[in-house]
């Protein structure tokens, strides 16, 4: 990487951290200049506007996302290991504000479009990375054939997201927990 793009991705990684936290709108020019110690011309000489900021920190949240939770779905062999890693990744919670689908969705929902379209790929993604699990697993004959993988992607997805929700707002697991072991239990009754 040039000094020049080590500046433009330190500047979206500061200001993803931020705006996780505090929104979108919440996050000023001067929040970002004050965490990434660098003058206006510093941030605009790298960005023409907050909002391209804003999209950045959007991709570089929900690719970390996608990698921290694809690694253990990779790690896993069968069926069953691959979905229960990839929910045991729930139980860890992560100080970086919440999980950015949630918040930039949330905030995105009504005021900007670009935004909430990159979310909604994130989310079909993330649906799609547990109807894939199911599918292959039924390849494999590991799963019943008369497992609905895209109903259930979808349902475990919303699921977990609410329980993530639940977590951040009342500062415990219960919600977590439930939801995590309902899944599992879900998920052994179409065991082959």
Do not use: H, W
């Amino acid at each position: 990487m040039t000094k020049a793009e080590r500046t433009r991705q330190f500047i979206i990684e500061q200001s993803a951290v931020l705006m996780n936290k505090k929104t979108m709108a919440g996050t000023s020019m001067s929040d970002i200049m004050e965490a990434t110690k660098l003058a206006k011309g510093g941030i605009y000489g790298n960005f023409e506007s907050k909002e391209e900021i804003c999209l950045e920190a959007f991709n570089y949240l929900a690719g970390k996302l996608a990698d921290r939770l694809d690694a253990p779905v990779t790690a896993g062999k069968t069926a069953k290991e691959k979905f229960f890693n990839l929910l045991d990744t729930y139980r860890v919670p992560r100080n970086e504000g919440g999980c950015p689908l949630l918040n930039f969705g949330m905030e995105a929902d009504d005021t900007n479009p670009e935004i909430k379209e990159r979310v909604r790929k994130a989310i079909l993604s993330a649906q799609k990375r547990i109807s894939r699990i199911v599918t292959n697993g039924i390849a494999k004959g590991e799963l019943s054939p008369s497992f609905d993988a895209k109903r259930f992607g979808i349902k475990a997805f919303a699921m977990i997201e609410g329980a993530v929700l639940c977590r951040k707002v009342t500062g415990n697991m219960d919600a977590t927990n439930i939801v995590l072991e309902d899944l599992k239990k879900e998920f052994e009754t179409y065991l082959l």
